[in-house]
Structures are given as structure tokens and as C-alpha cells.
């Protein structure tokens, strides 16, 4: 049988084996980056609420503790979403009479809860608990950034899971004195502002974070890396 | 060879599979606040029946639950106040009362001042420094006039720490000089606010440490 293709093909046959591995290793890296896209995540997304409520505005502007709202975050693992009585502590004096407070004031009168779009939402196969990452000091913002500065609430990181495993790698890295945690103005310790507790001042975090790990008891690392934190 | 065949697609058909799953992303279960389309009211999370005790829902100790003996407001703290306690009733007071009442308790708080009827009243006037322990729980627990009860968001324990701060409050009011403990210097300035920084709870980057002690932030 005579050759089909002659060998001057050959090179291209060569060729076309590169191109292949070339462009599946674009294929792959590109499902890889969609797999990490706000499109698939949600991060960085806001979705219409019942009411355009303002973190910058009532945190910022105002200077309300994340606790007044989000009354359970240091002893559950749910952090709850205020109920429409607690708008109504100042509400039922201030604005009364705005438009874009109407649902609220509804609510109020007939007993129906506002219904607010869930914003972080992790699978239901993943245990998260909020509680213990505030008591052992990981700051609200260090995983829902700088929410003082959100006029409309949005997911800040992607909540997949090598993000939570990048802190639980290393967690000393993210740690802050426990009083710090509701703090979003906080900054990680500097020669110019150093951290103190225990009345040692820390100029840096590595030193900081080490000093943390033992005074909050922190587990070793393999065991908040292992499956079974995350998935029971 | 063959097994190459069935490999490569397989992994193929795999990584293109993880995008779609949804099954185990929402069971069929409800997670705490959820919403449920069963009820006329649509919440997962029903109430009490009405005359159900639930477990440690059974407020034997009735003073520490209302703060009257009787039906008159009682004076006394329902448990001893150390040191620990005060310094949860100043954390609570500052998250919860500081926004209207102000860090002071003077009652010019940033909340009032953007539009309520009418301003609280200090908590250093007499009528109010004299007010038994158990008004004040009845205030925070069911409210007066203008101000709504707080019972949902404080448990009963820190509402008798926050009272507690509130005395310390009062105290303050009439300390001099001579109450400051020997070695223990008053701070001259104002304390410094990085940005801007208006009232209530965002706390100050702790500042640079002096010999003295500091204030706030930091120090646990």
C-alpha cells in the first residue's frame, strides 16, 4: 500500500501534536479561571434587596457595632440577619415617612418578614461555623472586606475552597487581638503602628500572629485542614 | 492504549461536570432564617406555641428575669459585680446603648440627632442617678415612650452588666483628681481618630505605644 501522507508532512504532524497540548492546556486553564469568575462564584455581585440598605452609611456614617445588628455572630454559627423590629429601633423615629423605608414600616405592621437575597452563600455540604473564627480573632472584614465602604452589600472573596484553605494553611497570618475583630478600620501591625496586647507591642504580624496562636489556643494546622472541619 | 481511550475523555467529561451540580448545593433541609413557602408567613422557624416552656425558658429566678420584686423595680444586682462583669457591661453598652445615649451616657448620642422627637435623657441628672437597679432593666427590656426593649437582641445577663457599667458611669460624673489612682497619669489630649472617625463603636487603630497605658484597642 502506497504512503498517504508523505514524510515532508511529517513536521506538521509534529506541529499539530504542540498545538493540540497547547490549546487543551488553554481549554483547561480557561475552565479553571471560569470556575473562578464572579460568574461562577458570585463574588463581587450585589442582588436587588427589599430595601437599599447601606453598610457605609449605618456603619460608617453612623458608627453602629456589626453586633447591634447581627446580634448572634459571637455565639452561633449563623450570623442572623436583623429582624425588621430592630430597623425599627431607630426607624420608627427616623425617616418615617421615606419612601424607600416603605417595605420595612409594612413588615412592621403586618408581621411578614422582609426578604432579603442571600449574598454569601456557601453549599449546604460545607460546615461553617462564625462563631469560633470571631473568638479565635479573624476579623469580619478579613473574609467580607471592607463593608463600611459597601453602599450595597456584595460578596467580597470567592468562598470557594482554597480560599478558606489559604487561611487555615497558615492562620497566623490573618489573626488580630480578639477586641479588633468588629474593627474594619484595623490595620495589620507596622514600625509606625504596632499592635499591643498583653502589654507587648508587635511591629509585625508573623511575631503578633505567633503570640495569638498560643494565647487563643489554636489546634495545629493538619487537624483545620482535614476534611472532616469542613465536611461532616 | 485502550485504557488511555476511555481515560482522557472521562477526565474531560469530569472537569466539565463540576460546573454542573446543584443537587448537593441546596438539600433539602433549612438552614437557620430560611424561607419556607408551606406557611402563610413563609419562615422555616416557627414560634412557641403559646404557654410552651422551652428548655431553659423557665425563668424560675423572676427577679433576674423582670427586675421587680413584687411589682416594685428592686435596687439590688441579682449577681455579685466583678471586674469581668463591668467590662462586659462597658463592650455591651457601647454596642448597644452608645449609638442614642452617647460613650458617655449624657444622651447626645449620633443616632437622636438625625431626627427623633426628642433627645434621651442624661443618665446624670438626679432623678435618674437615684432610679433603682431594676428600672433601668425595665427599661431596657421593655422600653419607655420613644425607645424601643432590647430584650431581643441583650439575654437578661447583659442587660444587669450593662446596668452595672451604668453605675460606673454615674460614678464618674463626681471623681476628681484625688480618685485617680496613685502612678496613674489623666490624659491630657484627646484621644486621636484615624480618618474620619465619628462616634460609636468604630474603635481608633491603636496608637503607638507610650509608657503609659493605653486607652483603648490593643490591650485585652
Not at chain 1, 465602604?149 to 468562598?159: D, E
Request: aromatic content about 8%.
Amino acid at each position: 500500500m502506497a504512503q498517504i501522507f508523505h514524510r515532508s508532512l511529517n513536521l506538521y504532524t509534529k506541529a499539530s501534536i504542540l498545538v493540540a497540548l497547547v490549546l487543551g492546556g488553554a481549554a483547561f486553564a480557561g475552565l479553571m479561571a471560569f470556575e473562578r469568575s464572579p460568574y461562577i462564584t458570585n463574588q463581587g455581585i450585589t442582588k436587588p434587596q427589599p430595601v437599599p440598605f447601606s453598610h457605609q452609611h449605618h456603619v460608617a456614617g453612623l458608627g453602629i457595632d456589626c453586633r447591634y445588628c447581627h446580634a448572634s455572630v459571637e455565639t452561633s454559627a449563623y450570623a442572623n440577619i436583623p429582624p425588621t423590629k430592630t430597623c425599627f429601633n431607630c426607624h420608627s423615629q427616623i425617616w418615617t415617612n421615606a419612601a424607600m423605608l416603605e417595605p420595612v414600616r409594612e413588615s412592621y405592621r403586618s408581621g411578614k418578614s422582609l426578604v432579603w437575597s442571600k449574598l454569601n452563600d456557601l453549599p449546604d455540604y460545607v460546615y461553617f461555623n462564625h462563631s469560633i473564627h470571631i473568638n479565635k480573632g479573624v476579623g469580619c472584614n478579613t473574609c467580607h472586606g471592607p463593608v463600611d465602604k459597601m453602599p450595597l452589600m456584595y460578596q467580597a472573596n470567592t468562598l470557594q475552597m482554597e480560599w478558606c484553605l489559604e487561611c487555615h494553611r497558615n492562620p497566623e497570618k490573618f489573626l488580630r487581638p480578639r477586641n479588633q475583630v468588629f474593627n474594619m478600620e484595623y490595620k495589620q501591625p507596622t514600625e509606625e503602628l504596632p499592635v499591643t496586647v498583653d502589654n507587648v507591642a508587635y511591629t509585625e504580624q508573623e511575631a503578633l500572629g505567633k503570640a495569638l496562636t498560643a494565647k487563643y489556643h489554636l489546634r495545629n494546622v493538619t487537624d483545620i485542614t482535614s476534611c472532616s472541619t469542613c465536611h461532616r | 492504549m485502550t485504557r488511555v481511550k476511555i481515560l482522557v475523555p472521562a477526565l474531560l467529561i469530569l472537569t466539565i461536570c463540576s460546573a454542573c451540580r446543584q443537587d448537593m448545593h441546596d438539600q433539602p433541609r433549612y438552614k437557620p432564617q430560611a424561607r419556607n413557602d408551606f406557611f402563610p408567613d413563609m419562615r422555616s422557624a416557627r414560634l412557641l406555641i403559646d404557654g410552651t416552656v422551652a428548655r431553659g425558658q423557665l425563668h424560675e429566678d423572676s427577679y433576674f428575669y423582670t427586675g421587680k420584686i413584687g411589682n416594685n423595680p428592686g435596687e439590688v444586682m441579682p449577681f455579685s459585680i466583678t471586674h469581668d462583669v463591668l467590662e462586659r457591661g462597658q463592650e455591651r453598652y457601647n454596642i448597644f446603648c452608645a449609638p442614642c445615649h452617647s460613650r458617655v451616657g449624657d444622651g447626645k448620642g449620633m443616632i437622636p440627632s438625625r431626627g427623633f422627637s426628642r433627645m434621651p435623657p442624661s443618665y446624670h441628672i438626679e432623678r435618674l442617678q437615684k432610679a433603682p437597679a431594676g428600672y433601668y432593666f425595665d427599661v431596657i427590656t421593655n422600653g419607655l415612650g420613644i425607645m424601643q426593649g432590647y430584650s431581643g437582641q441583650i439575654p437578661a445577663k447583659d442587660r444587669w452588666a450593662i446596668i452595672a457599667y451604668i453605675r460606673a458611669l454615674q460614678l464618674s460624673q463626681k471623681a476628681g483628681a484625688a480618685d485617680v489612682p496613685a502612678g496613674l497619669n489623666l490624659p491630657t489630649a484627646l484621644p486621636k481618630f484615624e480618618g474620619d472617625a465619628p462616634s460609636g463603636a468604630t474603635l481608633v487603630t491603636p496608637a503607638p505605644p507610650k509608657k503609659e497605658e493605653k486607652k483603648e484597642g490593643g490591650v485585652e
